[in-house]
């Protein structure tokens, strides 16, 4: 049986986020270090922009075959013809991207409190996006902070595939994977590193270790 999510290292990018390196060159470095989902978020800059970032990060990608997810912008993942889109509870309800977007083979939603779990909208999604963990400074609208033991409640409650983020490292990675989370998102870990391969290559050790 093929996985239906079988990915592991999840690299959540926007160019303001890479400290050191030009943005394609840090998601070209992670992708070789072990990151194998990518997810373009772009929250301060203009459509056109976005667009732009987005056809250049998918070229890069292609080269690799890793696939690009695209944050809360459907006609921006639509146009670039990304292989998913990832929103949240205040963004494009999935239901409503389902109907849009008939070929769309990947479809995440991150869920802020439990209730969300037994709506539509969670069971309309591929996977699960369990935001934050641990609180983060590159997010901080956000209701709870899930912690390990919030990731073990979600999984005795579910089956979807858990994609854990919010303040994820190379510290904390083992122990996320052992309480049932299947995948880490990272931002900082990897954008905001001198070396952003040899990093993905750390945080993947920690998560095949798990």
Same mark, same amino acid.
């Given at each position: 049986?093929?996985?239906?999510?079988?990915?592991?290292?999840?690299?959540?990018?926007?160019?303001?986020?890479?400290?050191?390196?030009?943005?394609?060159?840090?998601?070209?470095?992670?992708?070789?270090?072990?990151?194998?989902?990518?997810?373009?978020?772009?929250?301060? +800059?203009? !459509?056109?922009?976005? %667009?732009?970032?987005?056809? #250049?990060?998918?070229?890069?990608? @292609?080269?690799?075959? =890793?696939?690009?997810?695209?944050?809360?912008?459907?006609?921006?993942?639509?146009?670039?013809?990304?292989?998913?889109?990832?929103?949240?509870?205040?963004?494009?309800?999935?239901?409503?991207?389902?109907?849009?977007?008939?070929?769309?083979?990947?479809?995440?939603?991150?869920?802020?409190?439990?209730?969300?779990?037994?709506?539509?909208?969670?069971?309309?999604?591929?996977?699960?996006?369990?935001?934050?963990?641990?609180?983060?400074?590159?997010?901080?609208? +956000?209701? !709870?902070?899930?912690? %390990?033991?919030?990731?073990? #409640?979600?999984?005795?409650?579910? @089956?979807?595939?858990? =994609?854990?983020?919010?303040?994820?490292?190379?510290?904390?990675?083992?122990?996320?994977?052992?309480?049932?989370?299947?995948?880490?998102?990272?931002?900082?870990?990897?954008?905001?590193?001198?070396?952003?391969?040899?990093?993905?290559?750390?945080?993947?050790?920690?998560?095949?270790?798990?």
């Amino acid at each position: 049986m093929v996985k239906s999510f079988p990915y592991q290292l999840y690299l959540v990018i926007s160019e303001e986020a890479c400290v050191h390196n030009h943005f394609l060159t840090v998601a070209e470095q992670a992708v070789k270090g072990g990151v194998d989902l990518v997810q373009l978020r772009e929250k301060n +800059t203009s !459509t056109q922009a976005f %667009l732009q970032k987005a056809f #250049q990060l998918k070229e890069v990608l @292609d080269r690799y075959d =890793v696939p690009l997810i695209i944050n809360d912008q459907l006609e921006i993942a639509q146009q670039v013809e990304a292989y998913g889109i990832h929103v949240g509870t205040s963004d494009i309800a999935p239901t409503q991207i389902r109907k849009n977007w008939k070929n769309l083979q990947c479809l995440g939603y991150s869920i802020e409190e439990l209730q969300q779990l037994d709506t539509l909208e969670s069971k309309t999604a591929d996977y699960l996006g369990i935001s934050p963990v641990f609180s983060t400074p590159t997010k901080t609208d +956000t209701i !709870t902070e899930w912690g %390990l033991n919030g990731i073990q #409640q979600i999984r005795s409650m579910t @089956d979807k595939p858990l =994609v854990a983020i919010g303040n994820m490292n190379i510290q904390n990675t083992y122990e996320v994977i052992k309480a049932g989370a299947d995948c880490i998102a990272v931002v900082s870990a990897i954008c905001a590193s001198r070396n952003p391969a040899t990093a993905a290559e750390q945080l993947r050790n920690e998560i095949e270790k798990a």
